[in-house]
């Protein structure tokens, strides 16, 4: 039934009467699947069955080219409703509804328990309820900059307005003019704990009609109200949010209107009484053969990567009497960059995100040059990480600026699910450490390293000083995959050679998972990183002075750490590391974690922050943790 998107004024009979059909079967998809597995949820999945399946069928969306770049993206929130999601995809011909049904929540098969893009037809990987609406915001603000005119639909439940983050999209979509975006909500009021306007009353409507959207309502089980109601959003010059009224378990009377259906799989007994009342075929025992010693009879398919072009031009150079903070080095090369691909590529295809902090994090030059490319998100860091994530995936190169405490700690879910979706997001994170200074301990970020290390997708890269923050902006900006940039708030000495030039200047280039051996030394070795390792050069030279030759290595990929250096490292006996972070996960842990797989005969100390940070300069902040210059001779002088 795919044509061009809800194309005709409305459904003939036998479009009706088609679709009528598909949804009994559908619903017996769903009842097959989640009792054959033992666990899903039906209820949710039997109330949205009929507006995904007019979706599915009449958006611009095709089984025979699912991945085509001009696809209109459907954005399932509500994932757990997966069961509907896969019968209505496997009904209409995206894949072999039989796979799905036998299939469903086995380990290695692509029909996952919340919807997955490994199934053609899926744009997101959802769950974490709240976050759907942000990524289609991103889906349909991409459209936009590069022109595809690709219109995107976002699936939602009644419940899940209940969080926050969806507030912040909807005001987004309004300021940006996302007239290409609609939203469905399967309102069935019911939800885990009961009747969803008892657990928390809310006027989902007027909420978004408040905040400048277009509010339709239907009955989400009459077929001609559904498709007329997405037809005439696909045409509104405004975002517009369909309200479907719709009722838990529709289709089988035992379910309908009942809570524990939303989380619960029927019983045997359960299941063949519903599978009558449906009248469908009940074949579970063939299913449960085919799951039980069949191989997978689908195993999905790999979601397109799209690969922006881009020129990322020369490298700045700053000289050894310029004191300049990384922040500003980042600006720089942003803008350097956009001038250079913007001669070559138009549409540019870049977009920056911030979270009013423009002068702060050094995004306002870019914001002045290239207005069209840069989104201010307002105080509102959850969508808009959700929302630079999603942008991320459709080729273009995707920039989210912000404060390490916001940037990382109050949108770690976000990037959590950025990665499972396997994003292309460059996240530069500045005011991190002690070093941010007066501002205090709720701003002083010290435990990024250890929450990033959790998300098994993001490389975590720290510059020492502006030369290597240039180098590595343009690196990552040419290189696949989700990046953590950090670095913090003051501006530092040039860092130097022994023959006293720059050592990360016009000779250098940045290698991933490559370490720096800025100062030889046999007697100890002192591993640091960013704005530290000034530090540590100073401590290098006074200890020279006393005849103790130290070795200093500079680590900016604490993702992938490497090896080779930190071997050479442990064969002086002694290695101190050297961080403003927090002391039992960053740099030092990290370190010590190699360390016992690899070397056992090292004497071995972790300098790093002990507790929260005070407020005053970062100069008397280190020394109160014993983190300045002359803490760390002493360290060293401790284990020789």
């Given at each position: 039934?795919?044509?061009?998107r809800?194309?005709?004024?409305?459904?003939d009979q036998g479009?009706?009467k088609?679709?009528?059909?598909l949804?009994?079967?559908a619903?017996g998809d769903?009842?097959?699947?989640?009792?054959?597995?033992?666990s899903?949820?039906?209820?949710?999945?039997?109330?949205?069955i009929?507006?995904?399946?007019?979706?599915?069928s009449f958006?611009?969306?095709?089984?025979?080219s699912?991945?085509?770049?001009?696809?209109?993206?459907?954005?399932i929130?509500?994932g757990?409703t997966?069961?509907?999601v896969?019968?209505?995809?496997?009904?209409v011909g995206?894949f072999?509804?039989?796979?799905?049904?036998?299939t469903?929540?086995?380990a290695?098969?692509?029909?996952e328990?919340?919807?997955e893009?490994?199934?053609?037809?899926?744009?997101w990987?959802t769950?974490?309820l709240?976050?759907?609406?942000?990524?289609?915001?991103?889906f349909?603000?991409g459209?936009?900059i590069?022109k595809?005119?690709?219109?995107?639909f976002v699936?939602?439940?009644?419940?899940?307005?209940?969080k926050g983050?969806?507030?912040?999209a909807?005001?987004?979509?309004?300021?940006?003019?996302l007239?290409?975006l609609t939203?469905?909500?399967d309102?069935?009021l019911?939800?885990?704990?009961g009747v969803t306007?008892e657990?928390m009353?809310?006027?989902?409507?007027?909420?978004?009609?408040s905040?400048?959207?277009?509010?339709?309502?239907?009955?989400g089980?009459q077929?001609q109200e559904i498709?007329s109601a997405?037809?005439e959003?696909?045409?509104s010059r405004y975002p517009?949010?369909?309200m479907?009224?719709t009722?838990?378990?529709?289709?089988?009377?035992f379910?309908?209107?009942?809570g524990?259906?939303h989380?619960?799989?029927?019983?045997l007994e359960?299941?063949?009484?519903?599978?009558q009342?449906?009248?469908?075929?009940d074949d579970l025992?063939?299913y449960?053969q085919?799951r039980m010693n069949d191989?997978l009879?689908f195993?999905g398919?790999?979601?397109?990567?799209?690969?922006?072009?881009i020129?990322?031009?020369h490298?700045?150079?700053?000289?050894?009497?310029?004191?300049?903070d990384n922040?500003?080095?980042?600006?720089n090369a942003?803008?350097?960059?956009?001038k250079?691909?913007?001669?070559?590529n138009?549409?540019?295809?870049?977009a920056?995100?911030?979270?009013d902090?423009a002068?702060?994090?050094?995004t306002?030059?870019f914001?002045k040059?290239?207005?069209?490319h840069f989104?201010q998100g307002?105080?509102?860091?959850?969508?808009t990480?959700t929302?630079?994530?999603?942008v991320s995936t459709?080729?273009?190169?995707t920039?989210?600026?912000d404060?390490?405490v916001?940037?990382v700690?109050?949108?770690?879910n976000q990037?959590?699910?950025?990665?499972i979706n396997e994003?292309n997001?460059?996240?530069i994170?500045t005011?991190n450490?002690?070093?941010?200074?007066?501002?205090?301990k709720t701003?002083?970020?010290?435990d990024?390293?250890?929450?990033?290390q959790?998300?098994?997708g993001?490389?975590?890269?720290?510059?020492?000083?502006?030369?290597?923050t240039?180098?590595?902006?343009?690196?990552?900006?040419?290189?696949h995959?989700?990046?953590?940039?950090?670095?913090?708030?003051?501006?530092i000495?040039i860092?130097?050679n022994e023959e006293?030039?720059p050592?990360f200047?016009?000779?250098?280039?940045?290698r991933?998972?490559?370490?720096d051996?800025v100062r030889?030394?046999?007697?100890?070795a002192?591993?640091?990183?960013g704005?530290?390792?000034?530090r540590?050069v100073q401590a290098?030279q006074?200890l020279?002075?006393?005849g103790?030759e130290?070795?200093?290595?500079h680590?900016s990929?604490?993702?992938?750490?490497?090896?080779?250096a930190?071997?050479q490292?442990?064969?002086t006996?002694?290695i101190?590391?050297?961080?403003?972070?927090?002391i039992?996960?960053?740099?030092g842990?990290?370190?010590?974690?190699?360390l016992?797989?690899h070397?056992?005969?090292i004497?071995?100390?972790?300098?790093?922050?002990t507790?929260?940070?005070s407020s005053?300069k970062?100069?008397?902040l280190?020394?109160?943790q014993?983190l300045?210059v002359?803490?760390l001779?002493q360290?060293?002088?401790?284990?020789?």
């Amino acid at each position: 039934m795919c044509a061009e998107r809800f194309n005709a004024e409305k459904l003939d009979q036998g479009s009706l009467k088609k679709l009528s059909e598909l949804a009994r079967w559908a619903r017996g998809d769903i009842l097959k699947m989640t009792t054959l597995a033992g666990s899903g949820h039906p209820g949710g999945s039997m109330s949205s069955i009929d507006f995904y399946l007019v979706l599915y069928s009449f958006a611009n969306i095709h089984p025979q080219s699912p991945s085509d770049p001009n696809r209109d993206r459907i954005v399932i929130s509500h994932g757990h409703t997966s069961p509907g999601v896969y019968a209505a995809l496997g009904r209409v011909g995206f894949f072999p509804i039989e796979a799905a049904i036998a299939t469903f929540r086995k380990a290695g098969s692509p029909f996952e328990g919340h919807v997955e893009k490994g199934v053609p037809g899926v744009e997101w990987n959802t769950g974490n309820l709240g976050q759907g609406l942000s990524a289609g915001c991103g889906f349909a603000l991409g459209s936009k900059i590069l022109k595809k005119g690709f219109h995107v639909f976002v699936t939602m439940g009644c419940g899940e307005q209940q969080k926050g983050q969806i507030s912040e999209a909807r005001r987004f979509a309004i300021k940006f003019g996302l007239d290409n975006l609609t939203v469905v909500i399967d309102y069935n009021l019911r939800q885990i704990s009961g009747v969803t306007p008892e657990i928390m009353p809310q006027n989902i409507s007027k909420n978004f009609e408040s905040d400048g959207w277009r509010v339709l309502e239907i009955n989400g089980h009459q077929f001609q109200e559904i498709y007329s109601a997405f037809r005439e959003a696909t045409l509104s010059r405004y975002p517009t949010v369909i309200m479907a009224h719709t009722t838990m378990g529709k289709g089988v009377s035992f379910m309908e209107g009942k809570g524990e259906f939303h989380g619960r799989a029927l019983t045997l007994e359960e299941y063949k009484k519903a599978i009558q009342e449906l009248g469908v075929e009940d074949d579970l025992d063939r299913y449960r053969q085919i799951r039980m010693n069949d191989p997978l009879p689908f195993s999905g398919r790999k979601y397109p990567i799209e690969i922006p072009s881009i020129q990322t031009g020369h490298p700045r150079i700053y000289e050894k009497d310029q004191k300049v903070d990384n922040r500003s080095a980042f600006g720089n090369a942003l803008v350097d960059m956009a001038k250079a691909t913007a001669q070559e590529n138009s549409p540019l295809p870049i977009a920056v995100f911030d979270c009013d902090l423009a002068s702060s994090v050094k995004t306002a030059g870019f914001a002045k040059q290239f207005p069209n490319h840069f989104f201010q998100g307002g105080i509102q860091e959850h969508n808009t990480a959700t929302i630079a994530g999603a942008v991320s995936t459709l080729g273009l190169l995707t920039f989210f600026a912000d404060f390490g405490v916001f940037g990382v700690d109050e949108t770690y879910n976000q990037h959590r699910l950025n990665d499972i979706n396997e994003t292309n997001l460059k996240l530069i994170c500045t005011h991190n450490g002690l070093d941010v200074g007066e501002d205090g301990k709720t701003h002083q970020c010290i435990d990024y390293v250890g929450v990033m290390q959790n998300l098994f997708g993001y490389k975590i890269i720290i510059p020492a000083d502006p030369n290597q923050t240039d180098h590595v902006i343009r690196y990552i900006s040419k290189t696949h995959g989700n990046f953590l940039v950090a670095m913090g708030r003051s501006a530092i000495p040039i860092i130097l050679n022994e023959e006293g030039n720059p050592l990360f200047g016009a000779s250098y280039e940045f290698r991933y998972g490559h370490a720096d051996r800025v100062r030889d030394g046999k007697d100890a070795a002192i591993i640091t990183t960013g704005g530290m390792l000034y530090r540590a050069v100073q401590a290098c030279q006074k200890l020279r002075e006393n005849g103790v030759e130290v070795q200093v290595i500079h680590i900016s990929c604490l993702s992938d750490l490497d090896g080779e250096a930190m071997l050479q490292a442990a064969k002086t006996g002694v290695i101190i590391t050297y961080e403003d972070h927090h002391i039992q996960t960053g740099l030092g842990s990290l370190v010590a974690n190699f360390l016992a797989g690899h070397s056992s005969r090292i004497r071995f100390r972790k300098l790093g922050v002990t507790q929260y940070g005070s407020s005053g300069k970062p100069d008397d902040l280190y020394l109160m943790q014993g983190l300045d210059v002359e803490s760390l001779i002493q360290a060293v002088m401790d284990e020789l």
